[in-house]
């Protein structure tokens, strides 16, 4: 109970008598009554809670010019289901497969098998283990339905720790264009090499690839490399200082997303925070790889950009290429035996922009 003490001035004309002036009108006496009101009120305050969920978390990009962020729900995943390693059935099975998009078994000493794939507690996990003496098992999925431009896609996600490639990527059904919206790298040491490794820790790669297959060139950005176009003029090697140092992206959750605006024009995103960017045709594709006509040829311009339908895929991996001071980074049978050391996908939303 609340007591609020309510001071009324009342101004009242009470009437004591009356009685003729020398005017001969008739006249009262005012009199000014206090009164203090003492009123008991319950006090009943309702706070309106709003619950963000991860649906109605604000798109960081912009949609346009009378344009809306229209929630993609038929490829979007919120993982609030079970499936296990090696019987995911059927909602999960409706949006993904537990395999690359093709025949291809992984990069380097990757295998990429099914069963270290799983749905449990409300998220998606990717598994690593030990193949046979040197080789490493890893869990891979591709979505069923492909996206393209203009979209933007977002996944909150926590890497393990784990000198293997973790990674959120789209990536075109013949290989040739790719998008990396998050690569990351969580350990701080190289068991292989006994050496630090911390760069890579502190660093989340978001990148592009334009490639030709036959005979195979590839390029991305990077502002780390002279010539070929690069450097980039924006970074790919993603720091953020908390105030007492660089964060390591593997101690927590975070928000990965990109606007895949057009086939020129990339925005990359970390907790709703754009990061880097890329925008025109010399930043997306400085060799002409993606020329409809003869590719590769700089003399004749008809590049068609990052313009393909795309494949959905997380993975992890050993890409075969890591070393420091000339020595291998690679999965110790110590690493790969650390229990829950898993890389974790709570959520994928994808938003396509709409009239308003």
Not at 21 to 49: A, I, L, M, N, W
Not at 301 to 323: C, N, P
């Amino acid at each position: 109970m609340k007591k609020i003490v309510l001071l009324l001035v009342i101004a009242s004309f009470v009437i004591t008598g009356c009685s003729k002036s020398s005017s001969g009108k008739t006249t009262t006496e005012q009199k000014d009554v206090k009164e203090e009101v003492v009123v008991d009120k319950e006090e009943e305050v309702e706070e309106e809670v709003v619950t963000e969920t991860w649906i109605s978390i604000p798109v960081p990009a912009d949609a346009g010019f009378d344009m809306k962020w229209e929630f993609q729900e038929s490829i979007s995943d919120d993982f609030e289901y079970e499936a296990q390693p090696s019987n995911k059935g059927a909602i999960f099975l409706d949006k993904w497969d537990d395999w690359y998009h093709n025949a291809w078994s992984g990069p380097g000493s990757t295998t990429w098998s099914r069963d270290h794939s799983s749905v449990e507690n409300g998220t998606l996990k990717l598994t690593a283990s030990r193949f046979e003496t040197d080789r490493v098992n890893a869990g891979i999925i591709h979505s069923n339905q492909t996206v393209q431009y203009p979209v933007y896609i977002e996944a909150n996600i926590k890497i393990m720790n784990s000198v293997l490639a973790n990674g959120a990527w789209l990536l075109s059904p013949d290989d040739t264009q790719e998008i990396d919206f998050m690569e990351g790298y969580g350990a701080v040491f190289s068991g292989s090499a006994n050496d630090d490794i911390s760069w890579y820790g502190e660093r989340m790669h978001v990148s592009h690839h334009v490639f030709i297959r036959d005979p195979f060139q590839d390029w991305q950005p990077s502002e780390l490399v002279n010539g070929n176009g690069n450097p980039a003029p924006n970074p790919t090697w993603i720091t953020r200082n908390d105030g007492a140092g660089n964060i390591l992206w593997k101690d927590s959750f975070h928000r990965y997303g990109v606007y895949w605006k057009d086939p020129f024009n990339l925005y990359y995103y970390i907790d709703g925070v754009q990061v880097t960017k890329r925008e025109g045709k010399d930043e997306i594709d400085p060799l002409y790889l993606t020329n409809s006509i003869n590719p590769g040829d700089t003399t004749n311009d008809t590049r068609t950009g990052l313009s393909k339908e795309m494949d959905i895929i997380f993975s992890v991996e050993e890409q075969g290429w890591r070393t420091i001071n000339g020595k291998a980074v690679i999965p110790t049978d110590a690493e790969l035996s650390i229990p829950d050391n898993d890389f974790t996908i709570d959520w994928i939303r994808i938003f396509k922009p709409v009239q308003n």
